[in-house]
């Protein structure tokens, strides 16, 4: 369950300027609020990683390039479509790194890796489709909702959509992990 917690944790800290952008936005209608409040929240959590000398992943460099490019440009234009793609660079980034083999295998916890490394590896080519999918689908609510509409729905379906599959992925790889250790130790006796 600890690691079911700590991997909810860093979901959230991942979504927390959608989320903030999201509340701003529908709470005050003002777009230039919503998106500099989301980038600066975006430049503060990489900040408080440098200020703590912890590692800064090239995800979230990426991240953090992309938001202030995407935000700039809705300053610049006062059109908030720039904003609403980005996601889509990002999923589409994270959605390829995801398509190397095995890349989730190093954030299980020992028992996971020694039990059910090959669900790690499949589950990773899941979550690179997640990605993917995810990537088109903000292009097409970006492009036919305006603002307010697309910041819910993308952010239920973001939200969502990666819980709904960690659980999957959570009750899948337990339930087979003992499964497989009960057979290993049977096997053993």
């Known amino acids: 369950m600890k ?9 959230l800290l991942d979504m927390a300027s959608t989320l903030l952008f999201l509340g701003v936005y529908l709470a005050t209608d003002n777009l230039f ?51 609403m793609l980005k996601p889509t660079i990002i999923y589409v980034v ?26 790690g590896i499949r589950f990773g080519y899941i ?22 509409s697309w910041a819910a729905v993308k952010s239920a379906w973001a939200i969502g959509s990666k819980i709904a599959l960690f659980l999957i992925q959570y009750a899948v790889m337990k339930s087979t992990g003992i499964r497989r250790a009960r057979a290993a130790m049977a096997a053993a006796a």
């Open 3 to 11: 690691n079911l917690f700590q991997a909810s944790r860093v979901l």
């Open 33 to 83: 609020l919503a998106v500099g409040l989301g980038m600066a929240l975006g430049l503060a959590q990489i900040a408080w990683h440098l200020f703590h000398r912890e590692p800064v992943e090239a995800l979230q460099w990426l991240s953090v390039v992309i938001i202030l490019a995407s935000g700039t440009a809705t300053f610049f234009t006062s059109d908030p479509l720039f904003i």
């Open 94 to 119: 994270v959605g390829v790194v995801m398509l190397k083999r095995g890349w989730m295998n190093r954030y299980l916890p020992p028992i996971a890796q020694a039990t059910v490394p090959d669900l």
């Open 127 to 148: 979550w690179a489709g997640l990605m993917f999918f995810s990537a088109v689908l903000n292009i097409v609510l970006a492009l036919a909702l305006e603002p307010a």
